[in-house]
Structures are given as C-alpha cells and as structure tokens.
C-alpha cells in the first residue's frame, strides 16, 4: 500500500554532517504525521524529530540545534539535515508515517544505519 524507503546514512566522523532521505511511494502527508525515529543496539527506538499539528516541528533534546527536519511534498520526501554528529548519535535512523485518526495504519521503513566514529 505504502513503502517508505531511507537513504543517505554511512560512516561520518564526530563534528561532521549527514542528509538522511525518506521517499514514499505515495503522498501520505495529509493523513499521517511524518517523522524520524532512531534505534540503537540495546536500546528502544526513540523519537528523533516530527512534524507535528499545525506544520509545526517537535525534537528530541539531545538533537536541538543539531538536526533539522523538513519536507518535499511534490516529491513525496522527507528529509533529517544532521549536523555536528556525535558517536551518541550511532544508530539505525527509521522514517515514519503515524496515522492521523484509527483509519490510517503506521508505516515504517527498513532504516538506514548512522555510524559516527573516529
């Protein structure tokens, strides 16, 4: 029905940068509340950054003032800007599409894996 598909992830080192993308293959940003969520071993998956009622944007405050998320609707594309990367910030990135109301199911995508090392 809906596929989201991540790219843009790979091996940076602390204090540089990485554009994470999430294409779907239809446009579901009238019905589900786009946004990033990030998993690393060992630990729950937790919200990154999200669109949220009234086109405004929520972070999670380890990410404030280092992240950005925005968007492409002719494109159907969600972008993460990230920016001055710490090893902290190692994990496997996760687009996602939350329904607005229980008509519209979730969507994940397969995640795209984040490495910052030295």
């Known amino acids: 029905q809906v596929q989201l598909v991540e790219s843009g992830g790979g091996l940076v080192q602390p204090g540089g940068s990485l554009r994470l993308t999430c294409a779907a293959s239809r446009n579901i940003f009238t019905t589900h509340a786009m946004g990033w969520y990030r998993q690393a071993p060992g630990k729950q998956r937790e919200l990154v950054a999200t669109f949220t009622g009234g086109g405004s944007t929520n972070y999670a405050d380890s990410v404030k003032g280092r992240f950005t998320i925005s968007r492409d609707n002719a494109r159907n594309t969600v972008y993460l800007q990230m920016n001055s990367l710490k090893p902290e910030d190692t994990a496997v990135y996760y687009c996602?599409?939350?329904?607005?109301?229980?008509?519209?199911?979730?969507?994940w995508g397969q995640g795209t894996q984040v490495t910052v090392s030295s």
């Open positions: 996602n599409g939350r329904g607005r109301n229980i008509l519209y199911r979730d969507y």
